[in-house]
């Protein structure tokens, strides 16, 4: 009977609850956003969602992150509905996740944690396994105490700075070392990496970036004919893939890249950043949004900000306004209150609204149902070919 019982658990999704709170600066609504985009990373890392708990607050308490009471009520659903994960939608402090931990006994993550847990999941080459690994240390780094929560029993100082002390002091050499040579094992991957870009010689590096799931991945595919892997999950590509592209007798790399995210952790930006030469090397960039997200705009921002950061955001961009057949004229917010200009519901009124005037150059398709294609690839086309005639005037290619 109790293997059977192992075996069961084994086969069964992990069941979830969410917990968010609302800051004096921020709506309800929005609020509400960003726990649709943690249970999205739930349901991407194979949970399911039994429940979601908001309280609004002036700051996170120092203590327990939500206020007492509110603990108390997860709890009480914890225990009545046999939760398996507890999942917050910020950063925990190293006390803090002690601290939950302690009083509902359940496994505790944050959002920080979760995204790492994706990442491990999807990471397939051995620079992005790297790269995933050194972010888990530098994570685990600073909470190593929460694992050594059994010498608590121990009273007194001896117990507790003697043999406790020692080990997690080991414990931290070893995460250290491993860090380092992580690092180092980087360093070896990035030189070959860059080798590899300069072997490729004069052509235009073209390179597709955007919020996670805004369909770069089938963008890639369509343009060049490839065979990436593209889902409807969050972080589907973690390593770049390049390829050589020919519109029109225009040879060009168009490389797909990973998705950014609202509140990424700073760490997991570090780390990936060699994966991202790509970006910062790219001469074009297409920034791809997915129009029919009622938070696109700030998706924009939040790329726009990671691009900031990478030392990429003043290159020449081309805004692609992808799904646009799934967009819902009624959920769309307009860029200024005073704006009395129509929602834009065919083709023709997209390229008259403010989001064409606001992100030129922009072009407006669905990757999916190949609608308006050929005006993207001929946007592309006249900026590379005008890229490629400025930088290589006596150059024979034939356009």
């Excluded at 004096?24 to 349901?43: G, I």
């Excluded at 700075?161 to 250290?176: A, K, N, T, V, W």
């Excluded at 805004?214 to 770049?240: P, Q, W, Y």
């Excluded at 993207?376 to 024979?396: A, C, G, S, W």
Aim: aromatic fraction near 8%; include cysteine; glycine fraction near 4%.
């Amino acid at each position: 009977m109790a293997k059977q019982k192992i075996f069961d658990t084994a086969i069964q999704p992990e069941t979830a609850v969410l917990v968010g709170i609302i800051l004096p600066n921020e709506s309800e609504e929005k609020e509400q956003e960003y726990l649709e985009e943690l249970a999205f990373l739930v349901d991407t890392a194979g949970g399911v969602i039994k429940g979601v708990f908001t309280q609004r607050l002036h700051h996170p308490d120092r203590a327990t992150f939500v206020g007492t009471g509110k603990l108390d009520e997860i709890k009480s659903f914890v225990e009545a509905e046999e939760i398996d994960i507890v999942v917050f939608d910020d950063e925990l402090s190293p006390s803090q996740l002690r601290n939950i931990e302690r009083e509902l006994k359940v496994k505790i993550l944050d959002r920080s944690n979760l995204i790492l847990d994706i990442f491990a999941r999807r990471a397939k080459s051995a620079q992005a396994k790297t790269q995933v690994e050194l972010a888990q240390l530098q994570y685990l780094l600073p909470r190593l105490t929460r694992m050594w929560t059994h010498l608590e029993r121990q009273r007194g100082g001896i117990g507790m700075r003697g043999p406790g002390e020692s080990q997690i002091e080991s414990d931290r050499r070893m995460i250290l070392n491993k860090i380092a040579l992580l690092k180092e094992r980087l360093k070896s991957i990035d030189r070959q990496a860059e080798t590899q870009r300069k072997n490729r010689g004069q052509l235009i590096r073209v390179a597709l970036v955007g919020y996670t799931n805004v369909g770069k991945s089938t963008i890639m595919n369509l343009i060049a004919k490839s065979d990436v892997f593209a889902e409807n999950k969050l972080f589907a590509t973690l390593d770049t893939t390049v390829r050589k592209v020919v519109i029109d007798n225009l040879p060009f790399l168009l490389s797909d890249t990973v998705g950014f995210i609202r509140k990424l952790p700073h760490h997991l930006v570090e780390c990936f950043k060699s994966t991202l030469d790509e970006v910062r090397e790219a001469d074009v960039l297409v920034h791809v949004v997915d129009i029919s997200h009622p938070s696109f705009e700030d998706h924009i921002r939040a790329v726009n900000e990671t691009l900031k950061e990478l030392g990429a955001l003043d290159k020449p961009t081309i805004t692609v306004f992808n799904k646009i057949d799934a967009y819902q004229p009624e959920r769309e917010q307009q860029a200024d209150e005073t704006d009395t200009e129509a929602q834009p519901t065919s083709l023709e009124e997209f390229k008259r609204s403010w989001m064409a005037k606001y992100n030129s150059p922009a072009v407006f398709i669905s990757a999916t149902a190949k609608t308006n294609v050929e005006e993207f690839r001929k946007l592309i086309y006249d900026t590379v070919v005008k890229m490629h005639t400025e930088r290589y005037p006596y150059d024979n290619l034939l356009y």
